[in-house]
Every structure is written in C-alpha cells, then in structure tokens.
C-alpha cells in the first residue's frame, strides 16, 4: 500500500541553497559494481529517474574508474531538467597498464583510481569530473574514503573545496565515507555542508547515531545515507551476500533474516524498512540509493513510498533487533 511520492519530496540542505529529493541515485552500479550493466539500461535507469522526479544524483570518479561519470553526465545532459549532482575528490585517475577490474566490471582498464589528496590533486579532481561528466557544474563536491588521509583531507583538500565553494565554482563541499570515527573528526574541524555516511544508519548497524548525528545537528550539516542494504545482505540475505562491500559472514545473514522474519510476520518487506529506516533520525535529510536498471528504481521507489505501520520502529526496538533511537 502506497502512501505518496516521499521519494520526490523536496528537502532543503540546510546551509545552501541546493534542494535534494528525499530519495536520490547512486551511480556505483553504473560504474559495474560486482557486475556489468549495460549503457541502454544505464540511459534508461536515469531518465526513469527524471520521470520519476528524483532530482539528486551521486557519482565518483571511482566507479568504473571514470565510467559512471560519463554515463551519468550523458543521460543528465539528455534529461534537459534541472538537477542536483555530487561527485567525489581524493581520487584521481591515471594512466596504468594491468589495472585491478575485479570491483568494476565496466572500468575502464586504462586508468587507474590513486589517492590524491593534495591541492593540486584536488583542483585536478574537479576539472577532469567536468570533463567526463561533460556538464558545466557540480553541485556537491564529496571528499571519498578519506580515512586513511585524514590530515590531508581537513589540511589541503577542505581549503581548496571551501575556496571553490566561496568562488562558487561548486555550492556544497562535504565528504563520503563508511567509518564513523574518521567522519567526525573530518566533521569536527571543517565547515561541512553535507556528509555522506554509508552503511552506519541501517537496520543492522546503527553506529552513526552515537556520535556523527549529534554533531550534524550541532553543526546544520545535512546527512544524507547511502549503503541502506549494506552491499545487499538486506536486500537477500541469503549466502553468498554482500556485507560492506565482503561477503557477508554467517552471523550477518542470520541477524539480517531475523530482523526480515519479524517484519515479515506485520506484513513489511525487509527492503521497504531497510529503504525507509534512516529517515527516523532528524539528522538525515536524504536516502541515497543504487540502482542498476529501470526495474530496480521502480522497485526501490515502490518501497520507499510504502506506507508502513507506525509502530514497526519501536517494535523492532523493543525486541532488540536494532538499538533505541537516540534522538
């Protein structure tokens, strides 16, 4: 039973004047995160998207080593609407022989993603994200998996976005990354916008809550929240499955299988609570979900809008499947 478009609300970030969709498109699948996708079901993903309304799209030069940047800059170029678009620095791509494909399958095996994050590196970042993406903006500059370079990223990398973000050359600097800790220390002694935070607000992991959401909200920084399915543990779990990008160890299945057999017995998909779980904590402001062909948007929007049963949070709290909300 579906409630209304939640996923096409508009949300405001709170420090710029950039509007997100409740639910936005990440791009790593398109980049052929663990399998090959297609550039017809790639175009097609992202203009279902526009007809859909989701106006906020994620990418990063590490997805298919450049790959999903040109294929999403294709299709935003093709869309003709207004939009709203993040890509990520701390990465460059440079030209290598024997590169590693096993992540991508669509990479591209002549360039190889290297950790860059020095003002030049960063600079460099933007321009060549420009270029592929072949639009005349970014709107959110992300620092990615930062970290193991976290003086790098708070002492070089942040003044050079900031500096940008001031020439508004992009309106929003923030970072993305799945650690907590890193993420509050980056947050703690820059200016952040947005922070990007996957797979630590989910139905089985709820770290983030500890510490980085209070200081969001002490600092208006806007989260937005990708890896809702932590690799796909959540959307399957079953053996064989993702968890944090490894495959999922016995004790991960069995938790998720719990927490889907009890949603089950109240009639909720695991999917639609895994989509929707991080939207209870005030801190969150947008989902930020992957996709890899039309049907599986479609299905990610249905569960997204579904309206679920008022007490399923707490039910689930009470029964000790996932921590109380600290909220």
Not at 31 to 52: H, K, M, N, P
């Amino acid at each position: 039973m579906s409630q209304h478009n939640r996923h096409s609300e508009k949300v405001k970030v709170k420090r710029v004047d950039l509007v997100l969709t409740r639910l936005g498109l990440g791009t790593a699948p398109l980049g052929g995160l663990f399998t090959s996708v297609q550039d017809a079901d790639s175009d097609e993903l992202i203009a279902t998207a526009f007809d859909q309304g989701i106006r906020y799209f994620d990418t990063a030069p590490l997805y298919g080593h450049g790959r999903a940047e040109i294929r999403l800059g294709r299709a935003l170029r093709a869309a003709g609407e207004p939009y709203v678009l993040s890509t990520k620095v701390g990465r460059v791509l440079n030209a290598a022989t024997n590169v590693d494909l096993s992540w991508f399958a669509d990479a591209d095996p002549n360039l190889e993603p290297v950790y860059d994050y020095s003002k030049d590196g960063i600079k460099r970042s933007i321009e060549d994200s420009l270029k592929r993406l072949g639009v005349d903006h970014i709107d959110i500059a992300l620092m990615h998996d930062a970290e193991n370079h976290l003086s790098e990223a708070i002492h070089s990398a942040y003044p050079v976005l900031a500096d940008l973000r001031s020439q508004g050359v992009i309106k929003a600097v923030g970072m993305g990354l799945n650690i907590c800790s890193a993420s509050v220390a980056i947050m703690k002694e820059t200016d952040l916008d947005v922070a990007l935070i996957a797979g630590r607000f989910t139905l089985l992991d709820q770290e983030a809550q500890d510490e980085l959401f209070p200081l969001a909200l002490r600092k208006n920084v806007s989260i937005i929240i990708g890896g809702v399915y932590n690799s796909g543990v959540l959307a399957n779990p079953n053996p064989g499955a993702m968890y944090d990008y490894l495959p999922a160890a016995a004790e991960i299945i069995e938790r998720a299988r719990k927490i889907g057999a009890f949603l089950k017995e109240r009639n909720v998909p695991l999917t639609a609570a895994a989509l929707q779980f991080p939207l209870r904590h005030p801190a969150v402001t947008t989902v930020l979900t992957g996709s890899r062909n039309k049907t599986e948007l479609l299905s990610n929007i249905e569960d997204f809008d579904r309206e679920l049963p008022a007490e399923i949070w707490t039910d689930l709290e009470e029964s000790g499947l996932v921590h109380m909300l600290k909220a």
